[in-house]
């Protein structure tokens, strides 16, 4: 709810009812949302508490009340909440939280380990968007030997179809006779960067497991299908993102 003649920006007003920035922008400039009945295409448009905003003839209704969860994704489950194509979604999960929650970035399919959920489009805008520099740490089980030096390459950085990819860090936790595990932290988390990144040194990613995101440590939901409504300290830590980011 705006304060008395609050006057706010569109986008915002997208993000309070639980949309992450970039999807509310889309959905905008996309001519989905209307304003007391009339099609805006302009993020900046001013809204106010009385005007009737849609997407796709939906009533938008300002969140009066965030809630956030961290869900330890399995294996073998699509980071969507719906897809008809996809036989196994996180939707099924966490269908039992009555609150609209979405997934603050995504995991491959394959991968296991931290995701977030939240009704809290800042935040989600926050935990995903590279410019606010939130770390991802990942545990990444390759093929082969991975040397010292390769991964000092993948530090500096490369390009791939036009993408400039990047690990913040690495550590070398175990080498076998054929494969290695590293603990690598990424930032911008481009669609299957870590995967693009070892294939470039001739590596396939055999497993990955998102250890942290931002704050949010595995520790607090151990085992795979783990769910947990976040308060508390964990909370706090989270909540200092939005705090620093304004």
């Not at 993000?15 to 900046?44: E, H, L, S």
Request: glycine share 6%.
């Amino acid at each position: 709810m705006l304060k008395g003649d609050e006057i706010i920006k569109l986008q915002k007003y997208l993000q309070m009812c639980g949309f992450a920035r970039r999807k509310a922008d889309q959905y905008i400039i996309a001519g989905r949302v209307t304003v007391n009945g009339k099609v805006v295409d302009k993020p900046w448009f001013d809204v106010k508490d009385d005007d009737i905003v849609m997407l796709d003839n939906k009533k938008l209704k300002i969140n009066q009340k965030f809630e956030y969860y961290v869900l330890h994704k399995p294996k073998g489950y699509a980071t969507t909440l719906y897809d008809p194509k996809q036989k196994k979604t996180i939707k099924e999960l966490i269908k039992h939280i009555k609150t609209p929650v979405k997934p603050a970035g995504r995991l491959d399919k394959d991968a296991t380990g931290v995701l977030i959920l939240t009704n809290d489009g800042k935040l989600i805008d926050i935990l995903t968007n590279a410019k606010y520099g939130v770390k991802k740490e990942y545990i990444v089980k390759v093929s082969g030997s991975v040397s010292f030096n390769d991964l000092l390459k993948l530090k500096k950085g490369i390009y791939d179809e036009r993408d400039f990819l990047k690990l913040e860090y690495f550590d070398i936790l175990e080498k076998g006779f054929d494969y290695s595990i590293i603990k690598v932290v990424l930032i911008k988390g481009k669609k299957h960067e870590i995967k693009r990144l070892f294939k470039s040194l001739g590596h396939k990613v055999l497993e990955l497991k998102r250890i942290a995101h931002g704050p949010i440590s595995i520790s607090i939901v151990p085992n795979e299908g783990d769910l947990k409504k976040l308060n508390g300290k964990d909370l706090e830590k989270l909540l200092k993102l939005k705090k620093f980011n304004k």
